[in-house]
């Protein structure tokens, strides 16, 4: 199975903690929100990712470098132009 997750969002309600570091990669409970998010899907039996990125794009590799997490693929697409939610599952 898999899941597309919209990550692209520049999180401008949570400025200032949001200028250098998207808001799904913030720190809860010492690990990225997102890795939260990804073994709640893995636990469903998701087995590959697809993150639609475009704001600070570069970090989400950078974060979860080696395009796995916890035996889940993850696959990184980035919109050069967002084009909101449409856009990002197109």
Same mark, same amino acid.
């Given at each position: 199975m898999e899941a597309i997750v919209l990550v692209g969002g520049e999180?401008?309600?949570?400025?200032?903690? %949001?200028? %250098?570091t998207p808001k799904p990669l913030l720190p809860v409970a010492g690990v990225p929100f997102l890795a939260h998010q990804f073994a709640r899907l893995r636990d469903a039996g998701v087995g590959r990712i697809i993150l639609a990125t475009s704001y600070r794009a570069e970090l989400f590799e950078q974060v979860f470098d080696g395009g796995t997490f916890d035996g889940v693929e993850l696959v990184f697409i980035t919109e050069d132009h967002p084009m909101g939610t449409g856009g990002a599952i197109a």
């Open positions: 999180g401008t309600r949570l400025r200032p903690l %949001t200028l %250098t």
